[in-house]
């Protein structure tokens, strides 16, 4: 059986640009099981567009371009959309504990998968009442 987890937007731009050192124990276990084909990650909606923004404000610079790299990481097996549904909107609708409207659709996406979250942040995990892998 495979692990499955819900990327937060930084999760997944440290794990992009290779800066693996400044992610948990937990996650960077977590992402290497992924490389192994022994785990999957889902990935919202909502940390495409934050990480494609990051990109082009140059935030983060990823080799190849972050629309390549993004087109290649869904096309992998690994990384699977999670489209913004309205399950998923009005779920976010009670976490308004988490400040952030995108950290919110994250943490809703991931209560609504009943999936952990791979994230820093332990308070928006806590809001969503889903675990936290860092």
């Known amino acids: 059986m495979r692990e499955l987890a819900v ?21 960077r276990a977590f992402f290497s099981l992924v490389k192994k084909g022994k785990a999957s990650v889902y990935v919202p909606a909502i940390t495409m567009v934050e990480v494609l923004e990051a990109a082009h404000r140059g935030t983060i610079r990823i ?7 993004l087109q290649a990481l869904l096309a992998s097996g690994s990384f699977f959309e999670v489209p913004l549904t309205s399950e998923i909107v009005i779920r976010a609708s009670g ?34 009442g889903v675990e936290i892998l860092w």
Not at 7 to 27: E, F, N, P
Not at 63 to 69: F, L, P, T, V
Not at 115 to 121: M, S
């Open 95 to 128: 976490f308004h504990s988490i400040p952030e409207r995108g950290d919110r659709l994250i943490a809703a996406t991931a209560a609504h998968l009943d999936l952990p979250l791979l994230t820093r942040d332990p308070d928006i995990a806590a809001a969503a």
């Open 7 to 27: 990327t937060d937007t930084h999760a997944l731009i440290w794990y992009a640009m290779g800066r693996h050192k400044r992610l948990g124990a937990q996650a």
């Open 63 to 69: 080799d190849g371009g972050a629309e390549s790299w």
